[in-house]
């Protein structure tokens, strides 16, 4: 199975660029479609589709999220951080069966 | 417009089997995929499995040995059972349509596991 890092904790400031980190076990490109999927998930909500294929924007997503990135390492990134973008965020990746999540990064204010 | 919605019972007795339910509307099972998706109170998203527009299906290895996906295009509903329930299967459930990303999500179902 492919697996994806995240790291747990981000504290960020508001009105600031951050960047969340999503690395995968094995790359999980095919023919230059990156394979990752960013998701935002606020508490007793279902997930939200963010970022599909590393960087296309979901419809009705903010221009200050973007995603970038190839191979086995992705970004996401909020610029500028707001309020209502205190939540988790999860990667997820459909190279391959299980599609498989990242453990997610819970954004917090510092 | 797209929409899916999760039921079933809320509580399951250790053991026994979780049937859960996900109606669709607004797009084809036919061609469109559904996955499901747990996640344990406080925890992180667990992908379960997928049913294909083909009808093919695929799942967790650490799941698939008690999990079973399948759909009735008819009714637009795709169906979810996993058997010998245990506490640490206390999650909400979640369906999302698949089109290699889960862009539509359904709401969830809490299903706690407990005598």
């Known amino acids: 199975d492919i697996v994806l890092t995240q790291s747990p904790v981000l504290a960020v400031s508001l009105g600031q660029r951050t960047t969340i980190s999503c690395r995968a076990s094995q790359s999980v490109s095919i023919s230059s479609i990156n394979l990752i999927h960013w998701y935002q998930q606020k508490p007793g909500q279902q997930p939200k589709l963010l970022i599909f294929r590393a960087s296309n924007l979901a419809s009705g997503i903010p221009a200050r999220f973007s995603g970038s990135g190839s191979g086995t390492d992705f970004t996401l990134t909020i610029d500028p951080v707001q309020a209502d973008d205190i939540a988790a965020y999860y990667c997820?990746?459909?190279?391959?069966?299980?599609?498989?999540f990242g453990a997610g990064t819970k954004l917090e204010l510092k | 417009q797209v929409q899916l919605k999760e039921s079933g019972p809320g509580l399951v007795q250790p053991s026994q089997t979780l049937s859960l339910t996900c109606t669709v509307s607004g797009f084809s099972l036919r061609s469109d995929g559904v996955i499901w998706v747990r996640q344990p109170p406080g925890k992180g998203l667990e992908w379960m499995g997928v049913?294909?527009?083909?009808?093919?299906?695929n799942y967790n290895s650490a799941l698939k040995s008690r999990l079973s996906i399948s759909r009735d295009t008819s009714k637009s509903q795709v169906f979810l059972k996993m058997n010998n329930l245990q506490t640490e299967d206390t999650a909400m459930y979640f369906c999302?349509?698949?089109?290699?990303?889960?862009?539509?999500w359904g709401q969830g179902v809490m299903v706690t596991v407990s005598s």
């Open positions: 049913t294909w527009g083909s009808g093919n299906t």
């Open positions: 997820q990746q459909s190279r391959e069966s299980p599609f498989t």
């Open positions: 999302a349509r698949w089109d290699y990303s889960g862009d539509y």
